[in-house]
């Protein structure tokens, strides 16, 4: 469900967030648009397809209790020394607040840790979510890592969909797609880092029919695989393979939401013959295929919030920056605050070190990480009281697919001189130069609509020509997975 990159002292089968109670309904749901829900309602989600923890099954539920602003976590765990002993157990309680720039802050009073979980004093802050009430949630859970002096606090994400009631598709119904990285290997090879499905329902039978892709517009090997959904003490579950639930070999567990949403996680075991149901990655994240072409320039000039998750991404330094809350869209590119990332992209253009293709379109969406850098370190915080979110990171969405609507197969990142762990007042220079560095590479975006918000989720691989890379803190580049996920900004 979120990263936990310490040696947790118990395995984690399984994760559910609560809060007082939970509500779980029937089979029989479509995926129409879903009302949003009046404040004070308690909302209740599902999923969680990153997956960090040690031989976890993936499962995680949510629910975010807008009159008590409060939020837990609770997971059916087993002790390695008593398999049999499996018990719900808290690991997880806070409180959270919103803030103006439409992000939750989440204070965590019980916590994670790399023995476990235990109450933390004072709470525990840095932990953001960003939420399209009554239908989905992303965000970053923090761990404390106990095994190093002084002790140091990791940062997790997680995507939830609301999935209160087992698929009813009478008829095949299409989604896209995009998985999620691959933190345990850099050098693992993708097999599929995007792509489409059809989901068809008959009784408790889920069937899968995937059309993987490669960044790149590369084609996988379609698959087709059925899998069977039940009503579990933690929501409608959907496993694969048949009657795999609550198992740790290669189990892929699927959320899916009638909000439109879709979460899957793989826990892919070494050596495993079987890609899941979306022909590999970790697990995916995506949304019910738009019924016709998306209006570019609507989607380009709105606004929003998520996480850039950068899993791979180990420079050291007094913050975690491998998820970083984030919001795009609220600079244009000829922004006195773009300039650096501007500049940055010009000078290597054709020029410099030649690290980038192109620049960038008008299709283009502005943005980056809420990150400040001060006396006492740096800081993650999208509240807005430390200033607006930096702009060094830019979507060129390209051009939208002709077969299927909301891919956008053909896209651009790129990362200019500011991006951390540099920022304007001390670029990342070419290694063994003073000239800015930049660079771009392919990804894949998909889009799609939530109760009238637009969601991005955005796919870029290692394995990828050019391959994603970032600053490796010394003036080079480091190759590794890259990822970016939005929802629209409540407005």
């Known amino acids: 469900m979120f990263s936990m990159r310490n040696n947790a002292a118990f395995a984690v089968l399984s994760l559910c967030l609560f809060i007082g109670f939970l509500t779980f309904g029937g089979c029989g749901q479509t995926a129409p648009p879903v009302t949003t829900p009046a404040t004070g309602k308690v909302d209740t989600y599902f999923g969680g397809p990153f997956i960090v923890t040690i031989n976890p099954v993936g499962l995680s539920s949510s629910s975010f209790d807008h009159s008590a602003n409060q939020i837990g976590v609770s997971a059916i765990v087993t002790n390695p020394s008593n398999p049999s002993a499996i018990v719900p157990t808290q690991v997880l309680s806070g409180t959270f607040t919103a803030a103006a720039t439409g992000f939750l802050a989440v204070s965590e009073n019980f916590a994670t840790t790399s023995s476990g979980y235990g109450p933390q004093n004072p709470p525990l802050t840095g932990a953001w979510a960003v939420e399209i009430p009554g239908a989905g949630v992303l965000a970053?859970?923090?761990s404390v890592n106990t095994t190093t002096v002084p002790a140091t606090v990791l940062a997790g994400p997680t995507a939830m969909t609301d999935n209160t009631a087992c698929p009813d598709f009478q008829q095949?119904?299409?989604?896209?797609?995009?998985?999620?990285?691959?933190?345990?290997?850099?050098?693992?090879?993708?097999?599929?880092?995007?792509?489409?499905?059809?989901?068809?329902?008959?009784?408790?039978a889920v069937t899968f029919s995937a059309t993987p892709y490669l960044v790149g517009s590369l084609p996988g090997i379609p698959s087709t695989v059925t899998g069977g959904c039940s009503v579990s003490t933690l929501g409608?579950?959907?496993?694969?393979?048949?009657?795999?639930?609550?198992?740790?070999?290669?189990?892929?567990?699927?959320?899916?939401?009638k909000s439109g949403l879709?979460?899957?996680?793989?826990?892919?075991?070494?050596?495993?013959?079987?890609?899941?149901?979306?022909?590999?990655?970790?697990?995916v994240i995506g949304v019910q295929e738009p019924s016709s072409p998306v209006d570019v320039s609507t989607l380009v000039g709105a606004k929003y919030n998520g996480f850039i998750y950068a899993p791979k991404n180990s420079v050291a330094g007094t913050y975690d920056i491998t998820v970083l809350a984030s919001a795009f869209g609220n600079h244009a590119a000829n922004d006195l605050a773009c300039?650096?990332?501007?500049?940055?992209?010009?000078?290597?253009?054709?020029?410099?070190?030649?690290?980038?293709?192109?620049?960038?379109?008008?299709?283009?969406?502005?943005?980056?990480?809420?990150?400040?850098?001060?006396?006492?370190?740096?800081?993650?915080?999208?509240?807005?009281?430390?200033?607006?979110?930096?702009?060094?990171?830019?979507?060129?969405?390209?051009?939208?697919?002709?077969?299927?609507a909301g891919v956008f197969p053909n896209a651009t990142i790129?990362?200019?001189?500011?991006?951390?762990?540099?920022?304007?007042?001390?670029?990342?220079?070419?290694?063994g130069t003073t000239a800015p560095c930049a660079v771009s590479f392919p990804a894949a975006a998909i889009v799609g609509q939530v109760q009238a918000q637009y969601v991005i989720f955005v796919a870029a691989s290692p394995n990828s020509t050019p391959p994603a890379q970032l600053p490796n803190g010394f003036g080079g580049l480091a190759v590794q997975p890259f990822g970016i996920y939005l929802f629209q900004k409540l407005q």
Do not use: K
């Open 262 to 283: 879709l979460v899957s996680s793989f826990n892919a075991q070494s050596g495993s013959s079987t890609p899941g149901a979306f022909a590999g990655g970790n697990g």
């Open 236 to 257: 409608a579950v959907t496993s694969y393979p048949l009657n795999s639930y609550g198992q740790r070999s290669n189990v892929e567990t699927i959320s899916i939401g």
């Open 339 to 404: 300039s650096a990332l501007q500049s940055s992209l010009a000078a290597n253009h054709g020029q410099g070190a030649g690290t980038v293709a192109m620049l960038p379109s008008p299709n283009t969406i502005y943005g980056g990480e809420f990150l400040t850098v001060g006396s006492s370190g740096s800081v993650n915080d999208p509240s807005g009281a430390l200033g607006s979110e930096n702009c060094d990171v830019g979507i060129d969405l390209g051009t939208e697919d002709s077969t299927y």
């Open 172 to 204: 095949q119904t299409p989604f896209l797609y995009v998985n999620v990285p691959n933190a345990s290997s850099r050098s693992t090879t993708d097999t599929s880092n995007y792509g489409t499905v059809g989901i068809a329902a008959q009784g408790s």
């Open 140 to 142: 970053n859970l923090l």
């Open 414 to 431: 790129f990362i200019g001189s500011n991006y951390p762990p540099f920022n304007s007042s001390n670029p990342w220079n070419c290694f």
